[in-house]
Nanobody, 123 residues
Framework: QVQLVESGGGLVQAGGSLRLSCAAS????????MGWFRQAPGKEREFVAA????????YHADSVKGRFTISRDNAKNTVYLQMNSLKPEDTAVYYC????????????????WGQGTQVTVSS
């Protein structure tokens, strides 16, 4: 059974930083791409960032480009999302997900999801 467990969310002031982590188990982590999504109340889920199995290819949405960085440590079965210069509009529940194939820049194909971690940015 694949499990993804996010951590690192919390309350931060605008301009601050947080690092989200997602620990994976149940499949060979290094064989799969990983992604981060977020959903704010009343809004559709947004594809935020993704990283290929090797870490050699990444994608970041325009809304977070230059502020967020996705990375992974295959030895620790963990993917990270470093979030800097946070804005109130970054407030959302952040989810990590995994997919076996497909382009890194595509939001499609994710088959397992974590439970989410809340990020709240105060102004």
């Amino acid at each position: 059974q694949v499990q993804l467990v996010e951590s690192g969310g919390g309350l931060v002031q605008a301009g601050g930083s947080l690092r989200l982590s997602c620990a994976a188990s149940g499949r060979t982590f290094s064989n799969y791409a990983m992604g981060w999504f977020r959903q704010a109340p009343g809004k559709e889920r947004e594809f935020v960032a993704a990283i290929s199995w090797s870490g050699g290819s990444t994608y970041h949405a325009d809304s977070v480009k230059g502020r967020f960085t996705i990375s992974r440590d295959n030895a620790k079965n963990t993917v990270y999302l470093q979030m800097n210069s946070l804005k109130p509009e970054d407030t959302a529940v952040y989810y990590c997900a995994t997919k076996p194939r497909g382009a890194v820049e595509s939001a499609r194909g994710y088959d397992y999801w974590g439970q989410g971690t809340q990020v709240t940015v105060s102004s």
